[in-house]
């Protein structure tokens, strides 16, 4: 467990604005040690907390024929961190473990989510594909940002490589540093308004 | 069949939390909604749903309680769902997005400009 998450027991976080009434979220996803708890240490009011979520595999959906034999508890931690942005939002962040096994959870956790953020290192690129491939299937917008270690493939490299189509806005950051990584969140809220501003919705109709 | 379930793969403290019951059949509750009470914990009470009504004094995120209760999301859920059930709390749900046929829901523009607007401020 990265040292910089807090005990929940023996935390003692500032509660919420009374006015508060809208939650709101994005998902930073990839693999292990790619620097997700600390992305959302780095623009969190609080420092990073850790829960878990569980679930049998029967509440995934597998067929009724087969369930009471094959059921199987999962269990997954996952960190959170948040901002008040004003009076009435408070934006929560949530790192997640991109692994396969873990992806229906999440699915049902994050349904709702504004975006997300793919986060990837670079020497271990093939740990994002699973997450890509997910967030695609379940048309959730996401951006990629690349946690720099060191030097690395250039971003036209990356994007080949994880076969990000063009519209997939890829940027490099540092996890460590706040103004890096509410740059990652500006660019994925501008890219939701891009996609969400064509083609244009027509008001009132449904 | 549920409760054996519950019985061969989980912890005995979550089966005895929920009654024994299964996970949320329902996900209105979202990670992010926010809780709060409407009265004050009384003293037959589940430990659990006293120290939800505690906490939620301020508004506080079904998530954030999983954190505090030190249990699963799914299962603070479930208190929660108790809770709401008895005009014990009251839940501000997260905005709900919108969408034409066939798409799925997006946040409507203004939110996504406030928080652009708050992003930029930070």
């Known amino acids: 467990m990265p040292s910089n998450v807090s005990d929940p027991a023996a935390d003692s976080r500032p509660p919420l604005l009374d006015t508060a009434s809208q939650g709101l979220k994005i998902v930073i996803v990839g693999g292990f040690g790619v620097g ?4 959302v240490g780095s623009v969190s009011e609080i420092r990073p907390v850790r829960t878990e979520e569980t679930m049998t595999e ?14 199987v508890t999962t269990t997954a931690a996952f960190d ?48 994002s594909w699973y997450s890509i491939d997910r967030l695609e299937y ?7 940002a690349v946690n720099r270690f060191d030097d690395g493939p250039d971003l036209d490299q990356v994007r080949d490589a994880l076969d990000l189509s063009a519209g997939v806005p890829l940027v490099d950051c540092d ?22 501003a064509q083609p244009p919705v027509p008001e009132g109709m449904s | 069949m549920t409760q054996r379930d519950v019985d061969s793969e989980a912890p005995d403290r979550l089966f005895l939390i ?12 979202d990670p992010v909604a926010l809780v ?18 505690r906490i939620c004094r301020h508004p506080t995120a079904a998530v954030e309680l999983s954190a505090d209760l030190n249990l699963p ?35 409507a523009p203004e939110t996504l400009k406030q928080v652009l607007d708050a992003l930029q401020r930070l």
């Not at chain 1, 961190?81 to 096994?101: M, S």
């Not at chain 2, 709401?84 to 969408?99: E, K, N, Q, S, Y």
């Open chain 2, 73 to 107: 999301v799914s299962v603070t859920r479930l208190l929660l769902r108790d809770l709401l059930d008895r005009g014990a709390i009251t839940v501000r749900h997260p905005p709900v997005g919108t969408a034409n046929a066939g798409q799925a829901p997006h946040p």
């Open chain 1, 58 to 71: 029967a509440s995934a959906g597998i067929d009724d024929a087969s369930r009471v034999q094959d059921k």
């Open chain 1, 175 to 196: 996890a460590r540093q706040r103004q890096s990584c509410t740059s990652v969140l500006i660019t994925l809220i501008k890219h939701l308004q891009d996609l969400y």
């Open chain 1, 80 to 127: 959170f961190g948040r901002i008040t942005l004003d009076e009435r939002q408070v934006l929560y962040l949530f790192g997640a473990p991109g692994q396969q096994r873990f992806w229906f959870l999440w699915d049902q956790l994050f349904v709702g989510s504004l975006g997300a953020v793919v986060l990837v290192d670079t020497r271990r690129l093939a740990d």
């Open chain 2, 36 to 53: 709060v009470s409407e009265c004050e914990p009384s003293a037959n009470m589940q430990s659990e749903h006293a120290q939800i009504l």
């Open chain 1, 138 to 144: 379940h048309g959730t917008p996401f951006v990629v």
């Open chain 1, 36 to 39: 997700k708890t600390t992305m």
């Open chain 2, 18 to 29: 929920t009654g024994g019951r299964h996970q949320a059949q329902d996900n209105e509750i």
